[in-house]
């Protein structure tokens, strides 16, 4: 059972900047970090392998969002740039997948974090 604990959200003005970061109790192989607006389906927003050899965005946020790991720190970030009002959200960490394939889908993670609330005001 691996443990997930987010931090680093925040209220932000857009055009600002916000840095996730999420600690994992135990190893892990692939990371994502997904968000859900309270009503809406949890959507994936970024996605590392476990070497953090390769990642995946979605396209609402690519060129915007940075997903990055330290494993020596069994930790995941995100940076989070020129952020828009469209961004609101709760964004969780999720950690799952194998050494080789990073899911994007939310059925496809086991473990999840509780949560961190980002407020971007237009």
């Known amino acids: 059972q691996v443990q997930l604990v987010e931090s680093g959200g925040g209220l932000v003005q857009a055009g600002g900047s916000l840095r996730l970061s999420c600690a994992a109790s135990g190893r892990t192989f692939s990371m994502a970090w997904f968000r859900q607006v309270r009503g809406k389906e949890r959507e994936f927003v970024a996605g590392i392998s476990a070497s953090g050899g390769t990642t995946y965005y979605a396209d609402s946020v690519k060129g915007r969002f940075t997903i990055s790991r330290d494993n020596a720190k069994n930790s995941v970030y995100l940076q989070m740039n020129s952020l828009k009002s469209e961004d609101t959200a709760v964004y969780y960490c999720?950690?799952?997948?194998?050494?080789?394939?990073?899911?994007?889908?939310?059925?496809?993670?086991?473990?999840w974090g509780q949560g961190t609330q980002v407020t971007v005001s237009s």
């Open positions: 999720a950690a799952g997948g194998t050494w080789r394939y990073t899911p994007q889908t939310r059925d496809e993670y086991d473990y």
